[in-house]
């Protein structure tokens, strides 16, 4: 590999110079000047200095020295990363040995803060988490009356964020439940069949419940059922018992609004 | 309850100079800099542009309108606006998201009064921040260029900045001997406007001047002596006019500031201990600073004082990564920052 002390010494032969003269003509030390040449830069106190004096030796014997500079940094980038990261991490360890005392309390905070932001993030994530229930609450519910009564329903608005159907498909008993919002849509399967359901412009199901299975979802102001095998599911409108809403295989969409 | 507070944070460091303000956010790197000009209105005093915006009304403002920069040689010349400024910054470079207050390094030259420091500190809190603390310039350049400053030996920095120029001797994590000069970039172009309104009897604007500092400006006689067109108001017809400058009278209007640069280095070698200077004649001297990029200004030092000279990398930034190094390890850099209650 090319390096750039290789490169200065073949130019300062060629020029028949010496050691000595170079060390006259840039006031850099001879011991410097062979150590970078050797490429044996721990010599050298410093990269900041070492840069330097490469750069004013190439200067010096008419070479382009910051070409010479990118060189050297390609070099140590390619050499194994302890060295090459030596000399950048030098100050921080020079620091952290000269003044031994404080190194405890400066390492502590870093390690408090990565699960102390876990924590913030957490609390943040809840606290927003409460205000746009809240928020849902009290823009779907405007009287206190009813929101009382709708305790249930956050039920309906956490699904779509939390992304799990499982949880919410109760088994819906066959009586219509509780009225608390103006559609209610039970569904029971007689087969297995895929179904996606929106509720108020928010996705809040979706899956193949198996044959047997009763599901029961509720909105506000409009229910979407897509059914991928229509003729396996009967659906029961805020309590009445609906018409097949196609045959077997059928793909079907179909809407609810408030019945009024 | 602290420690969770400094993990949400964003603290920055801030290199508060006279020409160009940097700011340095924990994590991120330098995420603005922008000339430190504010334009403001002025029968009200509101504040219309901040920045880059501002520098563009520079000498093209109607009468009700002026922008200044409200820092002069390194210091704060004008409170209110600095604060300002300041508070521009510091809502720029945060997150808007973000509503803790960021602790925040500012770095100031090193030869500046307490009052001074204490006119720093003062706008920073009020700008918004929750805590501030002061890192003398060559310190946080030195840190910046990657020196090893908390070594026993001596390093030498020289940071030549728009407004001042710091030339410091730092071991162990202190300075031991600086000297601050009022000469920078803005001396070298008022030195280039002087020069050729006394030669040619042409005015010509400090935009101008710094555009032929930066192309053509040299410490040394050039090699290749080109020359450049400037374009400036005759003060004999008042008229505009085109006139072409060469590079060696450009060199002989900058051996003023240069000298003083110059100067400045060896009086500060003069009264550094024996020990630290053989570290230093061993080593070299680092510049820093946009000033160090003046072509030819490192081989004129080390001709001057038989020493190598370095110019380090990404000099213009130096002063801000070395605050925002300062604040990575706030804790172990607490003895390098001046501290706010010390001044109390």
Redesign the interface.
Known sequence: MQTPGKILRDEREKKGLSIKDVEQA????SLYLTAIEEGNYRVV?????L???I??YGNFLGLDGQQLVDLYRQNQAGTSPALASQP?A???I???A??AP??P??K??RK??GP??IW?VAVLVITAAAGAYWWYASSAQPTPEQAKNAKPAPIAPAQPQSQQPAPQTQVAPPAPPVQTKPIVITAKFTDDCWVLVTADGKQIFEGIPKAGDALTWEAQQNITLKLGNAAAADIIYNGQPQAKLGGKGEVVEKSYLPKR | M???F???SRDMGIDLGTANTLVHVKGKGIVLREPSVVAIQRDTGEILAVGEEAKQMIGRTPGNIVAIRPLKDGVIADFDITQAMLKYFIRKSMDSKSFIRPRVVVGVPSGVTEVEKRAVIDATIQAGAREAYLIEEPMAAA?G???????P?G?MVVDIGGGTTEVAVIS??GIVTSRSIRVGGDEMDEAIIQYIKRTYNLMIGERTAEEVKVSIGSAIPPKVDESMDVRGRDLVTGLPKTLTIKAHEVQRALSEPVAGILEAVKITLEKTPPELSADI????I?MTGGGSLLRGLDELL?KET????????DALSCVAIGTGKALE?L?????VLMSPKKMG
Do not use: Q, W
């Not at chain 1, 840039?26 to 030390?29: A, L």
């Not at chain 2, 804790?331 to 003895?335: G, I, Q, W």
């Open positions: 840039t006031s850099i030390r106190p410093g990269e900041v200095y840069k330097g004096f750069r004013n950048s030098e100050p921080k020079t620091a952290a000269t003044s404080p190194s309390e400066t502590e905070p408090i803060a102390s932001s913030l | 602290v420690s969770l400094n993990s949400f840190i260029a990657g020196l090893p400053v908390h070594e030996t390093n162990l994590g004649m061993d080593r070299g680092v080390f038989g020493m190598p000279v370095h110019i380090s990398e390890s804790d172990l850099l607490k003895r």
